[in-house]
């Protein structure tokens, strides 16, 4: 689960009313960014959504500034203000910055985030980039590219700790990335008794994958495919395996 600084840890002012939808309305995940210095604080955000725009609230649902910490905005199921025709299907996620500025903690929160929706939704969200709904450049050529290529883990291609060598991974695959992934579950504690690091994404592997996922606090049950989120979690469990 995605660890998100509260309404109330920040000092969000009170809305000035809130429209709910359900999850069975949601369909979309919309990536935007401030076009703002990564200096702006939510709180200013806020006002400038208030008091200049008019809206009752922060416009967007949760925002992400450039150390990748994670603040709610209105929250998982209330309707915002951040892309017209599509606020109650979509959820907006907001970084803090411009074109360029994205950092892989901050894309790593993000694609976080979007795990956490699916789980909650209990299906698929489609992921866009605000300019996919709407006339506008937001969020940015580099974030609008990285959600056009599946939002990766490490913000980018291949991270230098091995991270993206398991994301996409799915239960039946086979080959030498599933290897890699069993060999850092084994090493990170979750043992492979039967079959070891055989290739093969199966049912042991699938349940080592969950249970280096529990470690970490994660309340997610399925172990059958590697998200980004996932693969975090894995790499942490190793090492802090490894460094122990």
């Known amino acids: 689960m995605v660890s998100i600084v509260s309404r109330s840890a920040w000092g969000a002012r009170s809305p000035r009313g809130t429209d709910t939808t359900t999850w069975s309305a949601r369909t979309e995940f919309i990536v935007h960014y401030s076009e703002g210095p990564t200096s702006q604080s939510v709180q200013s955000i806020q006002d400038f959504h208030m008091d200049s725009n008019g809206w009752s609230d922060i416009g967007y649902n949760f925002l992400v500034d450039v150390e990748g910490t994670a603040y709610e905005g209105r929250g998982w199921l209330v309707i915002g203000a951040h892309a017209t025709g599509h606020n109650t299907s979509g959820i907006g996620v907001c970084f803090i910055g411009r074109d360029g500025d994205a950092t892989s903690a901050a894309k790593n929160t993000i694609r976080a985030l979007y795990d956490e929706a699916v789980g909650r939704k209990g299906g698929g969200l489609s992921a866009k980039g605000h300019r996919d709904v709407g006339s506008t450049d937001c969020p940015g050529d580099d974030l609008h590219r990285w959600v056009h290529n599946g939002m990766p883990a490490g913000g980018g291609g291949e991270s230098a700790d091995g991270e993206d060598d398991m994301v996409g991974l799915r239960k039946g695959d086979t080959g030498e990335r599933v290897k890699y992934l069993q060999v850092i ?13 055989d290739g093969h994404y199966g049912d042991e592997t699938e349940k080592a994958v969950i249970a280096a996922r529990k470690s970490q606090g994660s309340e997610q049950d399925f172990g059958d495919r590697i998200t980004g989120w996932a693969a975090a979690q894995i790499m942490t469990a190793y090492v802090q395996k490894t460094a122990a």
Request: charged share 25%; proline share 8%.
């Open 185 to 197: 579950l084994m090493k990170a504690g979750f043992d492979l008794p039967e079959y070891g690091a």
